[in-house]
């Protein structure tokens, strides 16, 4: 009898733990799946946002390519005096000799304010008028009187000549009155610049696609499916956020789920207000939050062996003091396999040092004091996903792990976080009567200067790398939004990528 209400007290305590396991094992659950997205999202902006970079480059080198074509003293003298035969042949053989250095290129021409074509990268096309409808020829020589001395960019458009996409430009030229005497025009495929989009790998997204819609008439200007280019998007969440965009509402990054046939996906968006596009990067569902599923994979399979310890136990309980023992040691390796995956989370693999998801879970109820106020200095490596298309993975592996361990010489007791793809903070706590302001940026421009140093790479000999930094100083209530600063910083401030670090003091 005494045995029985013994066993009842241990199945019952036992019980207990298993309730309490369980909820535990929930709550962490929801809070790394929680951490885990904002990860993956914050991660699929920030690649967006460096493509949408890609493309406007991209246009505005074509925009400097026409500009320097305008201004040829073969252009303008032509313009000056358009039928001149002799002029004529100057122009022709300078834009035939100018057109071969460019890439990608349909056409560069020059003709007279009425579309007259005067020289022309194909000469068959030299005597042709472009625009014969006057409604359109008003059209095109309004807009590029309102862009002045800029290039007026017609946009991403399949050309009517060659039935390929192109980017569409024109500029005016004006004489020294002030007066449009023609104009000159340019189209360069968009093959290249597509070209290099699918080329540059997203580590950890393998089923993601591009899509470019124009904000105006919504229509797509890059997409998987080629049919579709050219068409209004039926997406109606992409239409809202067109239809926002156009009435200056909304954000300009930013992400959305949808479903097609019958796969949901995860699109993160970026939006270009000089050319009025929107560029988006799609993919599944699954692959995006793959870690998210994973880690509540894994927290399942840990409840359920706990569930099956806590019976097992039970059951031998009153036969076995030998196996309670083993059962000890089995809870203890469990444990351990908890510790590691908690550090998988929360530590960068390649860097060994903390990731974002660390930084919200440190500073989660931190507050400082004026006496001790905390200093956050961020490293951007300027150019990341352009040193691993010329250098390789490896060398940017290499920089990565290099720069880890030069801001440890530097900012010696601190704690190093990799936030980004290519950003480092540094978190300090000092005394204020031991150390000022003007002490941490001196340090900082300390580690700014090794950084950017000459580094003797393992396979590409000695190579300089740019980065960009920032200090913020912040004294009350620390969370994530120090980093959101620290990247409108260096984003808005283009200085910084010129030695310069800026700081700011966020205290409240």
Same mark, same amino acid.
């Given at each position: 009898?005494?045995?029985?209400?013994?066993?009842?007290?241990?199945?019952?305590?036992?019980?207990?733990?298993?309730?309490?396991?369980?909820?535990?094992?929930?709550?962490?659950?929801?809070?790394?799946?929680?951490? &885990? *997205? #904002?990860?993956?999202?914050?991660?699929? $902006?920030?690649?967006? +946002?460096?493509? %949408?970079?890609?493309?406007?480059? /991209?246009?505005?080198?074509?925009?400097?390519?026409?500009?320097?074509?305008?201004?040829?003293?073969?252009?303008?003298?032509?313009?000056?005096?358009?039928?001149?035969?002799?002029?004529?042949?100057?122009?022709?053989?300078?834009?035939?000799?100018?057109?071969?250095?460019?890439?990608?290129?349909?056409?560069?021409?020059?003709?007279?304010?009425?579309?007259?074509?005067?020289?022309?990268?194909?000469?068959?096309?030299?005597?042709?008028? &472009? *625009? #014969?409808?006057?409604?359109?020829?008003? $059209?095109?020589?309004? +807009?590029?009187? %309102?862009?002045?001395?800029?290039? /007026?960019?017609?946009?991403?458009?399949?050309?009517?000549?060659?039935?390929?996409?192109?980017?569409?430009?024109?500029?005016?030229?004006?004489?020294?009155?002030?007066?449009?005497?023609?104009?000159?025009?340019?189209?360069?495929?968009?093959?290249?610049?597509?070209?290099?989009?699918?080329?540059?790998?997203?580590?950890?997204?393998?089923?993601?696609?591009?899509?470019?819609?124009?904000?105006?008439?919504?229509?797509?200007?890059?997409?998987?499916?080629?049919?579709?280019?050219?068409?209004?998007?039926?997406?109606?969440?992409?239409?809202?956020?067109?239809?926002?965009?156009?009435?200056?509402?909304?954000?300009?990054?930013?992400?959305?789920?949808?479903?097609?046939?019958?796969?949901?996906?995860?699109?993160?968006?970026?939006?270009?207000?000089?050319?009025?596009?929107?560029?988006?990067?799609?993919?599944?569902?699954?692959?995006?939050?793959?870690?998210?599923?994973?880690?509540?994979?894994?927290?399942?399979?840990?409840?359920?062996?706990?569930?099956?310890?806590?019976?097992?136990?039970?059951?031998?309980?009153?036969?076995?003091?030998?196996?309670?023992?083993?059962?000890?040691?089995?809870?203890?390796?469990?444990?351990?396999?908890?510790?590691?995956?908690?550090?998988?989370?929360?530590?960068?693999?390649?860097?060994?040092?903390?990731?974002?998801?660390?930084?919200?879970?440190?500073?989660?109820?931190?507050?400082?004091?004026?006496?001790?106020?905390?200093?956050?200095?961020?490293?951007?490596?300027?150019?990341?996903?352009?040193?691993?298309?010329?250098?390789?993975?490896?060398?940017?592996?290499?920089?990565?792990?290099?720069?880890?361990?030069?801001?440890?010489?530097?900012?010696?007791?601190?704690?190093?976080?990799?936030?980004?793809?290519?950003?480092?903070?540094?978190?300090?706590?000092?005394?204020?009567?031991?150390?000022?302001?003007?002490?941490?940026?001196?340090?900082?421009?300390?580690?700014?200067?090794?950084?950017?140093?000459?580094?003797?790479?393992?396979?590409?000999?000695?190579?300089?790398?740019?980065?960009?930094?920032?200090?913020?100083?912040?004294?009350?209530?620390?969370?994530?939004?120090?980093?959101?600063?620290?990247?409108?910083?260096?984003?808005?401030?283009?200085?910084?990528?010129?030695?310069?670090?800026?700081?700011?003091?966020?205290?409240?």
């Amino acid at each position: 009898m005494k045995d029985s209400k013994r066993i009842s007290a241990v199945t019952l305590i036992l019980i207990s733990e298993l309730v309490i396991m369980i909820i535990l094992s929930l709550v962490v659950t929801k809070t790394i799946s929680f951490t &885990t *997205r #904002k990860s993956s999202m914050d991660n699929m $902006q920030t690649i967006t +946002s460096e493509r %949408a970079h890609i493309i406007q480059t /991209y246009v505005e080198n074509s925009e400097k390519i026409l500009a320097y074509y305008s201004k040829a003293d073969q252009i303008s003298a032509l313009l000056s005096d358009p039928t001149n035969r002799e002029l004529q042949a100057k122009a022709q053989a300078y834009t035939e000799s100018f057109s071969k250095d460019i890439e990608n290129l349909e056409g560069i021409y020059v003709s007279e304010w009425n579309t007259h074509v005067l020289a022309h990268t194909n000469p068959d096309i030299v005597g042709l008028v &472009t *625009r #014969k409808d006057p409604e359109p020829l008003k $059209q095109l020589q309004d +807009s590029m009187l %309102a862009a002045g001395n800029d290039v /007026y960019d017609t946009g991403i458009i399949i050309s009517p000549a060659s039935g390929r996409q192109i980017v569409s430009m024109y500029k005016a030229v004006y004489n020294e009155a002030n007066e449009p005497i023609g104009l000159v025009g340019l189209g360069i495929f968009t093959d290249s610049l597509v070209s290099t989009l699918n080329d540059i790998s997203i580590s950890g997204f393998d089923d993601s696609f591009y899509t470019m819609i124009n904000v105006n008439d919504m229509k797509y200007i890059f997409i998987d499916d080629e049919e579709l280019i050219g068409k209004p998007t039926e997406n109606k969440t992409i239409r809202q956020i067109c239809a926002n965009l156009s009435k200056g509402k909304g954000s300009e990054e930013g992400s959305f789920e949808y479903r097609a046939d019958g796969t949901k996906y995860v699109s993160t968006y970026c939006y270009m207000p000089k050319y009025n596009w929107l560029l988006m990067i799609d993919d599944t569902k699954r692959e995006v939050y793959s870690l998210t599923y994973l880690m509540a994979l894994y927290m399942g399979i840990f409840g359920i062996a706990i569930l099956g310890l806590v019976i097992l136990f039970s059951f031998i309980n009153r036969k076995q003091e030998k196996m309670n023992q083993k059962l000890a040691n089995t809870i203890v390796k469990s444990n351990k396999t908890k510790e590691s995956l908690y550090a998988a989370m929360f530590r960068d693999v390649l860097t060994d040092v903390r990731n974002r998801i660390a930084f919200s879970m440190d500073f989660e109820e931190v507050n400082s004091t004026e006496d001790h106020p905390y200093y956050f200095i961020m490293f951007n490596i300027s150019n990341f996903s352009d040193i691993n298309s010329r250098y390789g993975n490896d060398t940017g592996d290499w920089l990565l792990t290099k720069t880890v361990e030069i801001l440890g010489q530097v900012f010696k007791n601190s704690r190093i976080y990799r936030t980004g793809a290519d950003e480092f903070i540094v978190s300090l706590q000092v005394n204020s009567a031991e150390k000022h302001t003007s002490d941490i940026l001196d340090i900082a421009q300390d580690a700014y200067e090794r950084l950017t140093s000459p580094q003797q790479t393992p396979t590409m000999g000695k190579v300089n790398f740019g980065y960009r930094a920032a200090v913020a100083r912040k004294v009350g209530t620390i969370n994530t939004s120090v980093i959101t600063v620290l990247k409108a910083m260096l984003n808005k401030d283009p200085e910084s990528q010129f030695g310069r670090i800026n700081f700011t003091d966020l205290s409240s």
